[in-house]
């Protein structure tokens, strides 16, 4: 059953991702043969955003089924990172483009051009619906599905459930990607009515600039946060204090040291430690190993490796 559920779960939230994707990549094209006839800077900046959003959309659907490769000889923790170099490389995509779009703006503003205040107004109509329906794909697609299982389940339920997070996560940063672009068109749609009614023409390259601003702003967030996994920064949502504190009270356990937490792609958490315990008995190590894999699992650590020491013994890597 829980195979199936998985199985179907999967399928729908791929089709959800591939409309939403379509969409994207349709009206971008739109937006572009829309900007050239409005002679809109404004919704030009906004097509080149739909498109890399689109092509986003489309990795993720192709990352999504590379990310579910095992491991192997050569990638023995799996293909979850590729999704990193993605992310970079789309990052510095976006940032190029918005230090692009900004010149243009900024000579747009020094030189005013009539654009269509009617065909920006449309386009801004149809922006907020594509994306609107974009999201709403996405989110029936099971985007906010629920995933909490009772416990008891079978290990292969509890890899469904993993993959089941993962694309949660993907779903929500591709939700959040269309609900900006909402945001953006609502702009020019506001945009678009005041040069109607001013003949304010300025106003549409002031909108390039905050629409190019925007992008930069989020794609340089998205560069520190996918650097952090790549030079293997502590994941965010961990403390290493509390963990310490959390293992250290375990019973049986004397010490704790060289403990490393890294993510692979900011999901899946990795962990080793070495710890020190009070005696050599075989019954306390499988006792404490239980309960240091329990604290695990509260962090949401998938991939914990633990070396079990004595007291007596001196560990080598101890300072290191």
């Known amino acids: 059953m829980g195979h199936n559920h998985s199985h179907q779960h999967n399928h729908s939230h791929e089709k959800g991702l591939s409309t939403a994707f379509w969409l994207n990549a349709i009206f971008s094209v739109i937006e572009v043969v829309g900007g050239i006839f409005t002679n809109s800077t404004a919704i030009i900046a906004d097509a080149f955003h739909d498109f890399v959003d689109a092509s986003a959309i489309g990795l993720a659907v192709f990352l999504e089924k590379i990310s579910k490769k095992k491991g192997n000889e050569k990638f023995s923790y799996g293909y979850k990172r590729f ?3 993605s992310a970079i490389g789309m990052s510095v995509f976006l940032l190029g483009g918005a230090v692009i779009m900004l010149v243009n703006a900024f000579q747009s503003l020094m030189n005013p051009e009539v654009v269509d205040s009617k065909g920006m ?6 922006g907020i619906a594509i994306n609107g329906i974009a999201f709403i794909k996405i989110k029936n697609s099971g985007g906010d599905a629920h995933h909490h299982h009772p416990h008891g389940h079978s290990h292969v339920h509890d890899h469904n459930h993993e993959n089941t997070c993962e694309q949660n ?11 900006e672009d909402v945001l953006g068109w609502a702009a020019v749609l506001i945009g678009a009515a005041v040069i109607y009614f001013t003949h304010w023409y300025w106003i549409d390259p002031v909108l390039a600039i905050g629409i190019a601003g925007f992008i930069g702003y989020n794609a340089t967030k998205n560069l520190i946060s996918s650097g952090k996994v790549l030079l293997q920064s502590v994941p965010e949502s961990i403390d290493m204090k509390k963990l310490s504190k959390d293992l250290l009270q375990i019973n049986g356990v004397r010490s704790i040291h060289n403990l490393h937490v890294w993510t692979l792609d900011g999901n899946d958490h990795v962990c080793t430690l070495h710890l020190v315990t009070e005696d050599d008995e075989l019954a306390m190590h499988q006792n404490v190993q239980t309960e240091v894999e329990g604290v695990m699992k509260n962090y949401h650590i998938q991939h914990p490796t633990i070396q ?7 560990c ?3 300072n290191k």
Do not use: D, G, R, T
């Open 83 to 85: 999704s990193l170099l």
């Open 308 to 314: 079990m020491e004595s007291c007596e013994s001196k």
């Open 121 to 126: 107004l449309w386009l801004a109509v149809l």
């Open 169 to 179: 996560h993907n779903s929500k940063a591709i939700m959040l990607h269309l609900l």
């Open 316 to 318: 080598q890597y101890m």
